[in-house]
């Protein structure tokens, strides 16, 4: 059973970086055909997608946050990352990551959310 | 950037009846969509995908169906464990977005 899990400060202050990882059990990240994504929810409001890696290694980031996002793999730990630049109270939220099947919609596989806070 | 509307914001029903949740694309999304259900304090959990197939383990009550722009879901019965937010996202060449959500409530 695949499994996700995120990890990270749960505290970063206003224009420092934020950085997540999110580490993958129960099978490779380097398998083919495989989207590796992260979405975030502010605190009581929705989903929003922030981007996502295909395993071949192209990136694919929301325009609106493009300029300051950044997704990584370290297939040796079997993880992916998140960096997200110039971070304001606006990026305060739960941050999930997640896997996609190429072809497919949906986000099958979730993280179970880290609460990142921006603030002084 | 394809918008996605659901409908209502918030449905308000007692067990045992039918919920019927809607989900309208700015622009054909062809059947590359999902629907999700999220809990308080959970990551959401797949319901649906590409339209109107049921993910594993989801009871036979969950139902999707659409095409294009316009996508239901239908709860036919309503068990206590179904009141959530439901989301609906899509998935472009390479953007995805989600819809707003729709709160399912007991009335």
Redesign the interface.
């Known amino acids: 059973q695949l499994q996700l899990q995120e990890s990270g400060p749960g505290l970063v202050k206003p224009s420092e970086t934020l950085s997540l990882t999110c580490s993958v059990s129960g099978g490779s990240i380097n398998r083919s055909s495989y989207y590796w994504?992260w979405?975030r929810q502010p605190p009581g409001k929705?989903?929003?997608?922030i981007g996502?890696r295909y395993y071949s290694g192209s990136t694919?980031y929301?325009?609106s946050l493009k300029s300051r996002v950044m997704i990584s793999v370290d297939t040796s730990k079997n993880q992916f990352s998140l960096k997200l630049s110039s971070v304001t109270a606006a990026d305060t939220a739960v941050y999930?990551c997640a896997r996609?099947e190429d072809g497919?919609?949906?986000?099958?596989y979730?993280?179970?959310?880290t609460l990142v806070t921006v603030s002084s | 950037?394809i918008v996605l509307t659901q409908s209502p914001a918030t449905l308000s029903l007692s067990p045992g009846e039918r919920a019927t949740l809607s989900c309208r694309a700015s622009q054909s999304v062809s059947?590359?969509?999902?629907w999700?259900q999220q809990k308080p304090g959970?990551?959401?959990?797949?319901l649906?995908?590409?339209?109107s197939n049921r993910?594993t383990g989801i009871p036979a009550r969950f139902s999707g169906s659409g095409s294009g722009t316009d996508f239901t879901l239908t709860i036919s019965s309503l068990e206590p464990e179904d009141f959530a937010v439901y989301?609906c996202?899509?998935?472009g060449y390479?953007?995805?977005?989600?819809?707003?959500?729709t709160r399912l409530e007991i009335k």
Do not use: C, K, V
Request: proline fraction near 4%; charged fraction near 15%; aromatic fraction near 26%.
């Open positions: 994504g979405i929705g989903l929003e997608w996502s694919y929301n325009p999930y996609r497919y919609s949906a986000f099958d979730w993280g179970q959310g | 950037e059947n590359y969509l999902a999700y959970q990551a959401p959990r797949l649906m995908y590409d339209a993910a989301y996202q899509q998935r390479w953007f995805i977005t989600f819809g707003q959500g």
